[in-house]
Each structure stands twice: as C-alpha cells, then as structure tokens.
C-alpha cells in the first residue's frame, strides 16, 4: 500500500513540471525596467532618454547645466555687459597718502629737520684698504632695541613705519629700487613693482544702485599689513684704513626681506628672501629728514640716517666673505639650527674685531 502512494506522488510530480514547462513556453516574456544606476555596460540610455530627464539638467533640457544644489538661475560670474572700473592704488596699504596738517601741529616748530643733509663720507684711498670684509645682515624689527622700525604714526610728511619711508622714496623717484634676484644693484625696477613685490593681487567687488541691483564692478588691489614686513637686510663692508689706522663701516644697501608663501597662504619654512634693493648712499639724503621714534622723549629724536651711521640697532649677520669661497649664505649651511647661525655669526664680529685690536700693542 505504501508503495503505491509513493508511486502515486512521484507521477503527479513529473506530470506537474511538464505541465509548467509548457505554460513558460507559451507565455510572453516580459522584460524588466533597467536602471542605469548600478548597471552594466549593456544597461545603457539612448541619447533621447538622457535629454528627457531633468534630475541632474536644467529645464531647458541642457545636460550639461546641473540644477542639483543650485537656486533660480544665480550666477557667479562676472556679467561683461556691465561696466568695470579699476580703482588705482596708493600703495596697497604700505604706502599712505601724505596729507600736511593745515595748521602748526605742535607747540614748537620744527624746520631743522627740513634741512639736514648727510655729512659726506671720509674718502679712503685703494691702496689704504688694507683689510675689507663683507657683511650681511638682517635686522628684526619685532626685538625691543628695534620698534622704531615699526612706528605707526603718520606725520606730515608721510608714514613714519620705515617700510612706508622706503616706498615713497622709491614712489617720487628719489631713490630707484633694484631686483632682489642679485645685490649688485644690476636691474632697476619701477615703483608700482617694488609695492607689488609683497604679493597681494586684486579683489573684484560688486558694485550696487539703491535698489539693490549689481550695475557695475570695482577691480581693488589687495591690502598688504605693513606689520607683516619686519624684517631688513643689510649689505656693508668693513674696511681698515692704514692711513688713519681705523676700521670703518659703510652700508651699501638696505633690503626688505619676506618669506615666499604658498596659495593656501601658508609660510615656506627658511624661505626668506631680499625682495628689492635700494643703495644706501642715494637713500642717505631722505633718512636724514625722517626722524627715529624716541618712546621716552619726542624732542631728542635721532634722524634715521644718524641712527644707521651710530649702529644704533639690533641685528646678526646672515653671511661674510670671511672663509666662504662658495659665497653661501649660514642658512644654507645650517639649514635647521637657528642657534648655529648665532653663534657663527658671532664668530665673524670677533674676527672682525679681533683684527683691529691685534695691530696695536700695548
């Protein structure tokens, strides 16, 4: 009995399956929607179906204007249509304007710094240079024996910060400004050069009417912090003279160092460079009409010039003639020992010193 049951069923399996295998054959197949998110290479969209969609194309069916995350129809580009104005720079932010006081401001007129002029130099023979060593150093106006660098003030004749006094000698050409590629004073640049050398660039700001509408562009020059530019180089020899039996010190140049930036404006480490030069004995004349700020005493201020000629600042020397047959500045050979530099540029003032003080004998 059992056994024909299990018969039984077994047959009215086979006959079940030959009976779906007929209906799949004679039903229509019907295909699936394909999606091409996720799909394969032969799951493709005509060109037709790509204009049809609007996820990801404006309502004017261009697929190549994406409407995802966008409002109305803002642009941010510059409408040509509407006119351009660009505003000239005074000196992006380095250089103030010179405005006189229509009045005597102060309680005593001051006229004697209107008139001073640099005592010429001592001539010194060729052949009684016995003894010359080229020096440079760089002065930083951040130490304390060294803030005059950075007084803020603007008088009478113009920004008293040092950097403001270079630039607007260099702006009414009274001194010329040479690339920082050499210090040999070899390529003249012109003013708007020398301001720009800092960096900056422009800034494109919108121009409004009364009812809010942009109706024309303003091209600005980027302000640069005149506080960011602290630091200064200078290029000096020293000579002794046989004839008067003196060792003499004479400037040559003075230049504005600054470090190169990246475009995430981020600081190239030991990057610092001489941005421009200006020779010193052309300079000398309007150093000697600028005054150094006196924090204790505003009427025994010194000229700039008699503050240069007295060595009355603070500075280390960044490079020499002294055994430096490869001319390579003390950065390049200590590249990360600060300390090093010191102490090596320490040696150099005791062998300059030095020498002087073994020709006499006591």
């Known amino acids: 009995m059992r056994f024909k049951y299990f018969l039984f069923i077994v047959a009215a399996a086979f006959s079940l399956n030959a009976l779906m295998q007929v209906n799949a054959q004679q039903r229509p197949v019907k295909k699936r929607p394909t999606s091409a998110y996720g799909g394969t290479t032969t799951q ?3 060109q037709q179906q790509k204009k049809s969609t609007t996820y990801g194309n404006d309502t004017t069916g261009n697929p190549n204007a994406s409407s995802y995350n966008n409002t109305g129809n803002t642009s941010t580009a510059v409408d040509t249509t509407l006119p351009i104005t660009f505003i000239k720079a005074t000196g992006n932010g380095l250089l103030d304007s010179t405005k006189m006081s229509l009045r005597n401001d102060g309680a005593v007129e001051k006229n004697l710094v209107k008139d001073r002029t640099p005592l010429a130099y001592e001539d010194i023979r060729e052949d009684d240079a016995v003894f010359m060593v080229r020096v440079w150093r760089e002065i930083d ?3 304390k024996m060294n803030l005059g660098f950075r007084y803020a003030a603007v008088e009478d004749n113009g920004g008293q910060r040092f950097i403001s006094i270079l630039l607007k000698a260099i702006k009414d050409g009274d001194v010329t400004a040479f690339s920082g590629d050499d210090d040999r004073f070899t390529t003249p640049i012109t003013a708007d050069d020398a301001m720009n050398a800092f960096g900056g660039g422009f800034d494109t700001v919108k121009v409004y009417d009364a009812d809010g509408n942009v109706n024309g562009y303003q091209v600005r020059a980027t302000a640069t912090d005149p506080d960011s530019i602290y630091k200064f180089q200078l290029k000096e020899e020293w000579i002794f003279d046989k004839e008067s039996s003196r060792l003499f010190v004479r400037i040559i140049g003075i230049a504005p160092v600054i470090p190169y930036k990246l475009s995430t404006g981020d ?26 700020y006196n924090p204790k005493n505003i009427g025994a201020q010194m000229t700039w010039e008699e503050l240069f000629e007295s060595r009355m600042f603070s500075s280390y ?14 950065s390049t050979v200590y590249p990360n020992n600060t300390l090093f530099r010191l102490l090596e540029g320490e040696k ?3 062998k300059i010193f030095n020498y002087e003080q073994s020709l006499w004998s006591y």
Request: proline residues 10%; glycine residues 0%; hydrophobic residues 40%.
């Open 44 to 46: 493709q969209t005509t």
């Open 141 to 143: 106006a951040r130490e």
């Open 267 to 292: 600081i190239v480490a030991n990057s610092e460079r001489p941005v421009w030069w200006v020779y010193y004995p052309d300079l000398r004349p309007i150093l000697a009409k600028y005054e150094v």
């Open 317 to 330: 020397i960044v490079k020499s003639t002294l055994d430096n047959p490869y001319d390579i500045p003390l």
């Open 348 to 350: 150099i003032k005791d």
